[in-house]
Protein backbone atom coordinates (compact mmCIF):
# COMPACT_ATOMS: atom_id res chain seq x y z
CA UNK A 1 0.00 0.00 0.00
CA UNK A 2 1.75 3.30 -1.20
CA UNK A 3 2.19 5.50 1.88
CA UNK A 4 0.79 9.11 2.00
CA UNK A 5 3.17 11.87 1.27
CA UNK A 6 3.48 14.14 4.16
CA UNK A 7 3.83 17.94 3.45
CA UNK A 8 6.36 19.62 4.50
CA UNK A 9 5.72 21.57 8.20
CA UNK A 10 5.10 25.40 7.24
CA UNK A 11 6.59 27.84 8.97
CA UNK A 12 4.51 30.46 10.05
CA UNK A 13 5.21 33.83 11.42
CA UNK A 14 3.47 34.78 14.44
CA UNK A 15 0.47 37.43 14.29
CA UNK A 16 0.12 37.89 17.81
CA UNK A 17 2.47 38.48 20.74
CA UNK A 18 2.82 38.63 24.25
CA UNK A 19 1.55 42.33 24.16
CA UNK A 20 -1.57 41.49 22.53
CA UNK A 21 -2.08 39.07 25.56
CA UNK A 22 -1.67 41.80 27.94
CA UNK A 23 -3.25 44.53 26.56
CA UNK A 24 -6.46 42.09 26.08
CA UNK A 25 -6.22 41.11 30.26
CA UNK A 26 -6.07 45.13 30.79
CA UNK A 27 -9.15 45.56 28.84
CA UNK A 28 -10.92 42.71 30.52
CA UNK A 29 -9.63 44.57 33.76
CA UNK A 30 -11.06 47.67 33.31
CA UNK A 31 -14.40 45.94 31.54
CA UNK A 32 -15.12 43.61 34.77
CA UNK A 33 -14.53 46.95 36.83
CA UNK A 34 -16.97 48.93 34.40
CA UNK A 35 -19.79 45.79 34.70
CA UNK A 36 -19.47 45.31 38.32
CA UNK A 37 -20.76 48.90 38.88
CA UNK A 38 -23.21 48.65 36.59
CA UNK A 39 -24.05 45.89 38.45
CA UNK A 40 -24.25 47.63 41.83
CA UNK A 41 -25.79 50.59 40.02
CA UNK A 42 -28.42 49.96 36.92
CA UNK A 43 -30.81 46.77 38.42
CA UNK A 44 -31.70 45.70 34.49
CA UNK A 45 -28.01 44.77 34.10
CA UNK A 46 -27.88 43.30 37.49
CA UNK A 47 -31.40 41.02 36.41
CA UNK A 48 -29.82 40.42 32.81
CA UNK A 49 -25.97 39.25 34.10
CA UNK A 50 -26.77 37.72 36.92
CA UNK A 51 -30.22 36.61 37.41
CA UNK A 52 -31.22 35.77 41.06
CA UNK A 53 -27.76 34.80 42.30
CA UNK A 54 -26.71 37.22 45.14
CA UNK A 55 -24.27 40.11 43.64
CA UNK A 56 -22.56 40.92 47.30
CA UNK A 57 -21.15 36.91 47.59
CA UNK A 58 -20.58 37.29 43.83
CA UNK A 59 -18.07 40.08 43.82
CA UNK A 60 -16.90 38.63 46.91
CA UNK A 61 -14.87 36.29 44.77
CA UNK A 62 -14.81 37.76 41.23
CA UNK A 63 -13.20 40.95 41.96
CA UNK A 64 -10.13 39.57 43.11
CA UNK A 65 -10.15 36.52 40.95
CA UNK A 66 -11.48 37.87 37.73
CA UNK A 67 -10.62 42.40 37.99
CA UNK A 68 -7.51 41.89 40.25
CA UNK A 69 -6.04 39.03 38.48
CA UNK A 70 -6.88 40.83 34.86
CA UNK A 71 -5.01 43.89 35.90
CA UNK A 72 -1.79 41.85 37.35
CA UNK A 73 -1.79 39.78 34.06
CA UNK A 74 -1.83 42.82 32.61
CA UNK A 75 1.36 44.08 34.11
CA UNK A 76 2.54 40.20 32.56
CA UNK A 77 2.89 38.35 36.26
CA UNK A 78 2.60 35.03 35.05
CA UNK A 79 0.82 33.56 38.58
CA UNK A 80 -1.97 35.83 37.85
CA UNK A 81 -2.51 34.61 34.29
CA UNK A 82 -2.78 31.25 35.93
CA UNK A 83 -5.96 32.33 38.21
CA UNK A 84 -7.73 34.84 35.82
CA UNK A 85 -8.07 32.19 32.73
CA UNK A 86 -8.64 29.69 35.11
CA UNK A 87 -11.46 31.27 36.82
CA UNK A 88 -12.94 32.68 33.68
CA UNK A 89 -13.51 29.25 32.24
CA UNK A 90 -15.11 28.01 35.79
CA UNK A 91 -17.20 31.32 35.55
CA UNK A 92 -18.58 30.46 31.98
CA UNK A 93 -19.12 26.99 32.78
CA UNK A 94 -20.92 28.01 35.98
CA UNK A 95 -23.11 30.51 34.56
CA UNK A 96 -23.92 28.17 31.37
CA UNK A 97 -25.37 25.69 33.05
CA UNK A 98 -27.05 27.88 35.77
CA UNK A 99 -28.45 29.91 32.51
CA UNK A 100 -29.75 26.69 30.86
CA UNK A 101 -31.47 25.59 34.18
CA UNK A 102 -33.01 28.36 35.63
CA UNK A 103 -33.61 30.48 32.39
CA UNK A 104 -32.10 33.79 33.72
CA UNK A 105 -29.00 35.75 33.25
CA UNK A 106 -28.51 34.49 29.68
CA UNK A 107 -26.31 37.48 28.88
CA UNK A 108 -23.88 37.00 31.55
CA UNK A 109 -23.51 33.48 30.00
CA UNK A 110 -22.46 35.06 26.87
CA UNK A 111 -20.47 37.53 28.05
CA UNK A 112 -18.42 35.07 30.70
CA UNK A 113 -18.14 32.44 27.32
CA UNK A 114 -16.73 35.03 25.19
CA UNK A 115 -14.61 36.43 28.30
CA UNK A 116 -13.21 32.65 28.52
CA UNK A 117 -12.33 31.79 24.86
CA UNK A 118 -10.49 35.40 24.87
CA UNK A 119 -8.66 34.96 28.22
CA UNK A 120 -7.81 31.51 27.33
CA UNK A 121 -5.83 32.84 24.02
CA UNK A 122 -4.66 35.77 25.60
CA UNK A 123 -3.18 33.49 28.12
CA UNK A 124 -1.37 31.72 25.65
CA UNK A 125 0.04 34.70 24.78
CA UNK A 126 1.63 35.55 28.39
CA UNK A 127 2.75 32.32 28.90
CA UNK A 128 4.23 31.25 25.73
CA UNK A 129 4.53 34.62 23.17
CA UNK A 130 2.25 32.41 21.07
CA UNK A 131 -0.70 30.74 20.25
CA UNK A 132 -0.03 27.16 18.80
CA UNK A 133 -2.54 27.28 15.91
CA UNK A 134 -0.59 24.50 13.54
CA UNK A 135 -1.91 22.00 16.41
CA UNK A 136 -5.26 22.33 15.59
CA UNK A 137 -4.30 20.74 12.32
CA UNK A 138 -2.09 17.88 13.74
CA UNK A 139 -2.45 14.05 14.04
CA UNK A 140 -5.56 12.90 11.85
CA UNK A 141 -5.82 16.51 10.43
CA UNK A 142 -2.17 17.29 9.44
CA UNK A 143 -1.38 18.44 5.85
CA UNK A 144 -0.91 15.14 3.68
CA UNK A 145 -0.96 14.77 0.33
CA UNK A 146 -4.14 12.39 -1.09
CA UNK A 147 -2.76 9.02 -2.04
CA UNK A 148 -3.40 8.34 -5.76
CA UNK A 149 -7.17 7.20 -6.73
CA UNK A 150 -9.50 6.85 -9.52
CA UNK A 151 -11.86 10.12 -9.75
CA UNK A 152 -14.88 8.55 -8.44
CA UNK A 153 -13.53 7.46 -5.34
CA UNK A 154 -11.90 11.18 -4.71
CA UNK A 155 -15.57 12.40 -5.32
CA UNK A 156 -16.96 9.59 -3.01
CA UNK A 157 -14.83 10.71 -0.10
CA UNK A 158 -15.52 14.35 -0.78
CA UNK A 159 -19.06 13.59 -0.61
CA UNK A 160 -18.34 11.66 2.79
CA UNK A 161 -16.90 14.53 4.28
CA UNK A 162 -19.40 17.16 2.90
CA UNK A 163 -22.56 15.08 4.40
CA UNK A 164 -20.26 14.81 7.96
CA UNK A 165 -19.11 18.22 7.93
CA UNK A 166 -22.61 20.40 6.79
CA UNK A 167 -24.26 18.01 9.37
CA UNK A 168 -21.94 18.70 12.23
CA UNK A 169 -21.06 22.72 11.11
CA UNK A 170 -24.42 23.46 9.73
CA UNK A 171 -26.78 21.29 11.38
CA UNK A 172 -26.06 19.97 14.74
CA UNK A 173 -24.47 22.73 16.07
CA UNK A 174 -26.07 25.74 15.06
CA UNK A 175 -29.53 24.15 16.62
CA UNK A 176 -28.00 23.27 19.92
CA UNK A 177 -26.69 27.07 19.65
CA UNK A 178 -30.48 28.41 18.32
CA UNK A 179 -31.64 26.34 21.63
CA UNK A 180 -29.67 27.68 23.98
CA UNK A 181 -30.05 31.47 22.71
CA UNK A 182 -34.26 30.70 23.39
CA UNK A 183 -33.39 28.75 27.00
CA UNK A 184 -31.12 31.76 27.99
CA UNK A 185 -33.67 34.35 26.65
CA UNK A 186 -31.73 36.07 24.19
CA UNK A 187 -34.08 35.13 21.33
CA UNK A 188 -34.90 38.45 18.76
CA UNK A 189 -38.26 38.15 17.11
CA UNK A 190 -36.91 38.82 13.12
CA UNK A 191 -39.34 40.01 10.33
CA UNK A 192 -41.01 37.25 7.92
CA UNK A 193 -38.29 38.38 5.56
CA UNK A 194 -35.27 37.01 7.71
CA UNK A 195 -35.91 33.70 7.22
CA UNK A 196 -36.78 33.63 3.50
CA UNK A 197 -33.49 35.99 2.84
CA UNK A 198 -31.39 32.86 4.78
CA UNK A 199 -33.33 30.14 2.63
CA UNK A 200 -32.34 32.62 -0.60
CA UNK A 201 -28.49 32.57 0.38
CA UNK A 202 -28.49 29.57 1.48
CA UNK A 203 -29.27 27.72 -2.23
CA UNK A 204 -26.62 29.11 -3.98
CA UNK A 205 -23.67 28.91 -1.24
CA UNK A 206 -24.25 25.73 -1.22
CA UNK A 207 -24.06 25.10 -4.94
CA UNK A 208 -20.88 27.04 -4.70
CA UNK A 209 -19.74 24.65 -1.69
CA UNK A 210 -20.60 21.52 -3.81
CA UNK A 211 -18.80 23.26 -7.36
CA UNK A 212 -15.61 23.99 -5.69
CA UNK A 213 -15.35 20.54 -4.00
CA UNK A 214 -15.73 18.42 -6.98
CA UNK A 215 -13.13 20.56 -8.30
CA UNK A 216 -10.88 19.69 -5.53
CA UNK A 217 -11.61 16.68 -6.17
CA UNK A 218 -11.23 15.90 -10.20
CA UNK A 219 -9.09 18.44 -10.82
CA UNK A 220 -6.95 18.42 -7.82
CA UNK A 221 -7.23 14.83 -7.35
CA UNK A 222 -7.98 14.77 -3.39
CA UNK A 223 -10.01 15.77 -1.05
CA UNK A 224 -11.08 19.29 0.86
CA UNK A 225 -9.35 17.54 3.66
CA UNK A 226 -5.82 18.67 4.49
CA UNK A 227 -5.05 14.84 5.68
CA UNK A 228 -5.76 14.14 1.97
CA UNK A 229 -5.01 17.75 0.36
CA UNK A 230 -5.33 17.60 -3.51
CA UNK A 231 -2.54 16.31 -5.12
CA UNK A 232 -2.67 19.23 -7.80
CA UNK A 233 -2.73 23.19 -7.89
CA UNK A 234 -6.33 23.91 -8.08
CA UNK A 235 -6.69 27.01 -10.18
CA UNK A 236 -10.33 25.66 -12.13
CA UNK A 237 -13.93 26.25 -11.90
CA UNK A 238 -14.80 28.55 -8.57
CA UNK A 239 -10.93 28.92 -7.99
CA UNK A 240 -10.24 30.93 -11.19
CA UNK A 241 -12.86 33.60 -9.15
CA UNK A 242 -11.69 33.52 -5.51
CA UNK A 243 -8.85 31.80 -3.45
CA UNK A 244 -11.25 29.97 -1.02
CA UNK A 245 -14.62 29.47 -2.20
CA UNK A 246 -15.40 26.63 0.50
CA UNK A 247 -14.22 28.97 2.94
CA UNK A 248 -16.93 31.82 1.19
CA UNK A 249 -19.36 29.08 0.91
CA UNK A 250 -19.09 27.83 4.75
CA UNK A 251 -19.68 31.31 5.72
CA UNK A 252 -22.33 32.15 3.77
CA UNK A 253 -23.83 28.99 4.64
CA UNK A 254 -23.95 29.75 8.31
CA UNK A 255 -25.02 32.92 7.60
CA UNK A 256 -28.29 31.77 5.84
CA UNK A 257 -28.51 28.64 8.74
CA UNK A 258 -28.58 31.47 11.53
CA UNK A 259 -30.93 33.68 9.13
CA UNK A 260 -33.32 30.40 8.63
CA UNK A 261 -33.03 30.16 12.57
CA UNK A 262 -33.99 33.93 13.40
CA UNK A 263 -30.87 33.38 15.78
CA UNK A 264 -28.34 35.84 16.00
CA UNK A 265 -26.04 34.13 17.78
CA UNK A 266 -26.23 31.45 14.69
CA UNK A 267 -25.21 34.21 13.02
CA UNK A 268 -21.92 35.80 15.23
CA UNK A 269 -20.95 31.73 15.15
CA UNK A 270 -20.29 32.15 11.27
CA UNK A 271 -19.03 35.12 11.20
CA UNK A 272 -16.32 34.54 14.45
CA UNK A 273 -15.96 31.02 12.55
CA UNK A 274 -14.48 33.55 9.40
CA UNK A 275 -12.12 35.32 11.70
CA UNK A 276 -11.29 31.66 13.33
CA UNK A 277 -10.47 30.11 9.93
CA UNK A 278 -9.20 33.52 8.09
CA UNK A 279 -6.44 34.27 11.05
CA UNK A 280 -5.55 30.97 12.46
CA UNK A 281 -6.35 27.76 9.51
CA UNK A 282 -5.54 30.02 6.29
CA UNK A 283 -2.11 30.81 7.04
CA UNK A 284 -1.28 27.46 7.61
CA UNK A 285 -3.05 26.33 4.81
CA UNK A 286 -1.42 28.58 2.30
CA UNK A 287 1.88 27.90 4.11
CA UNK A 288 1.68 24.24 3.00
CA UNK A 289 0.89 25.50 -0.50
CA UNK A 290 3.17 27.77 -1.00
CA UNK A 291 5.27 24.80 0.31
CA UNK A 292 4.24 22.32 -2.05
CA UNK A 293 3.55 24.26 -5.18
CA UNK A 294 6.22 27.00 -5.24
CA UNK A 295 5.85 29.61 -7.91
CA UNK A 296 2.67 28.66 -9.29
CA UNK A 297 1.10 29.11 -6.15
CA UNK A 298 2.83 32.54 -5.66
CA UNK A 299 1.32 33.87 -8.89
CA UNK A 300 -1.59 32.42 -7.95
CA UNK A 301 -1.88 33.92 -4.50
CA UNK A 302 -1.03 37.56 -5.90
CA UNK A 303 -3.45 37.60 -8.79
CA UNK A 304 -6.79 36.38 -7.43
CA UNK A 305 -8.42 37.61 -4.01
CA UNK A 306 -9.03 35.40 -0.79
CA UNK A 307 -12.38 37.15 -0.39
CA UNK A 308 -13.74 39.40 -2.76
CA UNK A 309 -14.39 37.77 -6.24
CA UNK A 310 -12.84 38.49 -9.63
CA UNK A 311 -15.50 40.10 -11.88
CA UNK A 312 -13.30 37.82 -14.63
CA UNK A 313 -12.19 34.63 -14.43
CA UNK A 314 -8.39 34.14 -14.02
CA UNK A 315 -6.88 32.07 -16.81
CA UNK A 316 -3.75 31.06 -15.88
CA UNK A 317 -2.18 31.22 -18.76
CA UNK A 318 -1.97 35.05 -18.76
CA UNK A 319 0.26 34.91 -15.96
CA UNK A 320 3.95 36.41 -16.92
CA UNK A 321 5.15 33.14 -15.83
CA UNK A 322 3.07 31.29 -18.11
CA UNK A 323 4.06 33.82 -20.89
CA UNK A 324 7.98 33.52 -20.30
CA UNK A 325 7.55 29.65 -19.84
CA UNK A 326 5.13 29.79 -23.70
CA UNK A 327 8.09 32.00 -25.06
CA UNK A 328 10.66 29.67 -23.81
CA UNK A 329 9.15 26.76 -25.87
CA UNK A 330 8.25 28.92 -28.88
CA UNK A 331 12.15 29.69 -28.89
CA UNK A 332 13.88 28.29 -32.07
CA UNK A 333 16.87 26.29 -30.04
CA UNK A 334 20.38 26.53 -30.66
CA UNK A 335 22.43 23.46 -31.99
CA UNK A 336 24.68 22.11 -29.94
CA UNK A 337 26.87 20.85 -32.94
CA UNK A 338 29.86 23.49 -33.00
CA UNK A 339 29.57 25.61 -36.21
CA UNK A 340 32.47 24.76 -38.94
CA UNK A 341 34.58 27.49 -40.03
CA UNK A 342 35.24 28.93 -43.19
Not at 94 to 119: C, D, K, N, P, S
Amino acid sequence: MAKREAAPRPRLVPMLTTGAGRLYFALQAVAGAAWWVAVFAVPPVRRATLGGLDPVLVAALDLPLFVGASALAATGLRVAVWIAAPWTALVACGMAVYATVTERAGWGAVLMVAAAIGGAGAALLVLTGRIPSERLLAGPLAFRQARPATAGRNVGRTGAQIVGFWGLFLGAIPLVIAALEQRWGLQLDPPAAVPVAGAVLLVPASALGIWAALAMSLRGEGTPLPSAAARRLVVSGPYRYVRNPMAVAGIAQGVAVGLLLGSWLVVLYALSGSLLWNRVVRPLEEADLQARFGAAFAVYRERVACWIPRLRPWAEEETPVRRAAGARDRAPRRSRTPERGS
